[in-house]
């Protein structure tokens, strides 16, 4: 079992930032590899960020291509997501979650974590 624990989320008006972070514990949790997730009321959940377990691969979706930057700390068994010139679109629940490949669908991940609220004021 891997356990997930996310943070950091906020309000913020447009163009601000905020540092997401997400705590890993449990089973060989840096094997991992991991993404990130957000869901805007009354839609699905979408993929956002992933990156490999040793760091050297991500993935982004095109909405936050140069403006979102995921990264990980395994000697902390933490992820980041640094989130920059926000808009009110990306205001969403972001999940931190782990799976064991580069994969962008949700049904890929075996591991979630119960979220953290990011609203983008505009």
């Known amino acids: 079992q891997v356990q997930l624990v996310e943070s950091g989320g906020g309000l913020v008006q447009a163009g601000g930032s905020l540092r997401l972070s997400c705590a890993a514990s449990?089973?060989?949790?840096?094997?991992?590899?991991m993404g990130w997730f957000r869901q805007a009321p009354g839609k699905e959940r979408e993929f956002v960020a992933v990156?490999?377990?040793?760091?050297?691969?991500?993935y982004y979706t095109d909405s936050v291509k140069g403006r979102f930057t995921i990264s990980r700390d395994n000697a902390k068994n933490a992820v980041y997501l640094q989130m920059n010139s926000l808009k009110p679109e990306d205001t969403a629940v972001y999940y931190c979650?782990?799976?064991?490949?580069?994969?962008?669908?949700?049904?890929?991940?075996?591991?979630w974590g119960q979220g953290t609220q990011v609203t983008v004021s505009s």
């Open positions: 990156i490999s377990w040793s760091g050297g691969t991500t």
């Open positions: 449990g089973r060989t949790s840096s094997t991992y590899a």
């Open positions: 979650a782990a799976t064991l490949g580069l994969y962008t669908g949700a049904n890929k991940y075996d591991y």
